[in-house]
């Protein structure tokens, strides 16, 4: 099982990023993907995540102007993020759950930076 995250990069305040995460593996359109993030010295904490139907959710701190998408033909999940603020630089982590096999699994990690 594979997750390649990329798309990460600096831009400025206001900015826009699109972040990509290839999935390899598994059968990606059956599984809820997830991003998550790492600031320095914080502990990583969720971001947004999309269930195999599409259903959605967010941290408070990213609704209205992170959006996360799916392309199951593609095995890649999305996250597009907008209006971006200097609080958003972090290490940007996809993620998913094969429950049947009780197994987790990160993609490496992209790093986002938002210079004010």
């Known amino acids: 099982v594979q997750l390649q995250a990329s798309g990460g990069g600096l831009v400025q305040t206001g900015g826009s990023l699109r972040l990509s995460c290839a999935v390899s593996g598994i059968t990606f359109s059956s599984k809820t993907m997830s991003w998550y993030r790492q600031a320095p010295g914080k502990e990583r904490e969720l971001v947004a995540g999309i269930t195999s139907g599409g259903g959605t959710n967010y941290a408070d701190s990213v609704k209205g102007r992170f959006t996360i998408s799916r392309d199951n033909a593609k095995n890649t999940a999305y996250l597009q993020m907008n209006s971006l603020k200097p609080e958003d630089t972090a290490v940007y982590y996809c993620?998913?759950?094969?429950?049947?096999?009780?197994?987790?699994?990160w993609g490496q990690g992209t790093l986002v930076t938002v210079s004010s």
């Open positions: 993620h998913t759950h094969v429950i049947t096999w009780g197994r987790t699994y």
